[in-house]
């Protein structure tokens, strides 16, 4: 008797072929989702019932996988019957990464979504209890980005390539529930009146969401976060590195709340811990001088653009004086003005006062014994015939980070004065990444069910689902990187 032959298997070519069993495999196998797993919290009635409590019958694990398989199929209802259909083949890989659970024994299905719910509003609700699942998804998260081919050094800061610095960008998810209500006036706590009846009408409501101010002009009701994101050029191959909550809960978008750039600074410093190498920040215009200063002291620099005066011109900066040599003597004087990110000097050729572009040369990054780093460029006077001969190619160095002096004189040095400024070959190439956040942002809301609104009330549950979307988008991006340079994944179809 012949043995039946087996079906011959093929690698997975296209990333949107990528069944749910085959994400599953790539996920539970990843070094970054046991180290989340790992730092979830343990229910607290699973061996010890004198806390009371039943005995819990998944591990945190099982609701991690759930919540990021959630994120694929779109909805905790439907992972839960993916879950379900691969249940006896996943089930092996988990127990063994969490032995004595009753659930994961043979002959025992899949986790219900009730439970998925019970154990996410449990333990990761608390600030303190999600913090430490946050702080070790970032680092796992920049890990995987190092093993990805990200913060390299593929550039340098003179001349940066993509995959070396990281992008950010504010973002307002909807509110599940819509504030709005034609005719009527809102009392607070999800009251409303009818001024015409007196009618009071009670609605659900998000206590955590407020009105925040959006790209184009308009205020949506909802939930403000800051996303990072890297990119490295290559198709379906961007990371979400780490997000923050922006505003303050249940208020507008008012003073309070105007802290998006300097909330995006810490999320990339945080970053920076387990990723040394990344050079810097691309952002909006939000990012002002205090920020790039911030950036600076931390060894990392901000690409910008520079804000513009009411008449459409860009802010500029006259810095005065500075000494030029040559071969290491003073060769003279230049007058130094900040002018649209980068200096020029004032020449008088023929009666008239000339603007003439400085030529940048190596950035220098130094270090402090106490505080952070100071930042230098040189630059060279151009041999240009409107200048004296005398300061041709003479050189001088230029502090790019604001001093002591600049902030008892209140003069915004760097506001005024950019390592990469708008107009240069390394500002045309970074400022690419700014499409690529709003990107992120979009693919964020085409995964959120229903009708691109937060699929959760409140923060405490919005930032787990911005974890499992995290999660999962990375790994889709280690697939991809995968399948382009042709390394073997761990299923086959």
Not at 238 to 252: D, E, I, S
Request: net charge positive.
């Amino acid at each position: 008797m012949t043995a039946p032959q087996r079906r011959s298997r093929k690698q997975l070519k296209r990333l949107e072929d990528l069944t749910p069993k085959q994400f599953m495999k790539v996920l539970v196998d990843n070094p970054a989702f046991t180290a989340i797993a790992d730092q979830m919290p343990e229910p607290v009635s699973h061996l010890d019932r004198s806390r009371g409590g039943r005995p819990a019958e998944y591990p945190p694990v099982v609701f991690l996988a759930l919540g990021v398989l959630a994120v694929q199929t779109g909805s905790i209802r439907s992972a839960v019957r993916a879950l379900a259909d691969m249940w006896d083949w996943i089930r092996k890989p988990l127990h063994a990464a969490a032995p004595g659970y009753k659930g994961l024994q043979r002959g025992f299905g899949s986790p219900t979504r009730s439970q998925f719910r019970r154990y996410r509003d449990l333990y990761l609700h608390g600030d303190s209890d999600y913090a430490a699942v946050h702080d070790e998804a970032v680092r796992v998260f920049a890990d995987l980005a190092k093993d990805n081919g990200y913060f390299d050094r593929t550039g340098t800061i003179a001349d940066p390539d993509i995959s070396d610095v990281v992008f950010g960008d504010g973002c307002v998810f909807k509110a599940r529930f819509g504030l709005k209500r034609k005719g009527l006036e809102f009392l607070g706590d999800g009251k409303w009146v009818n001024p015409v009846t007196g009618e009071i009408t009670n609605r659900l409501w998000d206590p955590d969401a407020g009105n925040f101010v959006q790209g184009d002009k308009t205020w949506p009701y909802g939930l403000k976060y800051s996303i990072i994101g890297a990119h490295n050029g290559h198709e379906r191959e961007r990371m979400f590195l780490n997000f923050g909550q922006l505003g303050v809960a249940g208020n507008t978008d008012g003073a309070q709340s105007h802290k998006e750039a300097e909330r995006s600074v810490d999320l990339v410093a945080e970053i920076q811990q387990s990723a040394p190498d990344v050079y810097g920040l691309v952002y909006d215009m939000a990012l002002r001088g205090t920020h790039h200063d911030t950036l600076y002291q931390l060894g990392m620099f901000g690409v910008s653009q520079i804000h513009r005066h009411s008449d459409g011109l860009p802010k500029s900066l006259v810095l005065g004086n500075h000494e030029v040599t040559r071969d290491g003597r003073t060769a003279g004087e230049i007058n130094v003005v900040l002018y649209d990110g980068a200096p020029y000097m004032y020449a008088t050729a023929g009666g008239d006062r000339h603007l003439i572009t400085l030529e940048a040369g190596k950035p220098m990054r130094r270090k402090n014994r106490t505080t952070g780093y100071r930042w230098y460029r040189s630059y060279t006077v151009p041999c240009d015939p409107r200048i004296n001969p005398v300061l041709h190619a003479t050189t001088f160095r230029l502090r790019l980070d604001t001093t002591d002096e600049d902030k008892n004189r209140k003069r915004g040095r760097a506001e005024n004065l950019r390592l990469h400024p708008e107009g240069t070959p390394a500002f045309k190439t970074l400022i690419a990444l700014r499409p690529v956040s709003e990107s992120l942002n979009s693919w964020i809301k085409n995964h959120q069910v229903p009708h691109r609104r937060a699929p959760v009330v409140g923060h405490a549950r919005m930032r787990v689902h911005l974890l499992f979307q995290a999660l999962y988008l990375n790994i889709r991006a280690t697939i991809a990187r995968m399948l382009r340079t042709g390394q073997q994944l761990p299923f086959t179809t």
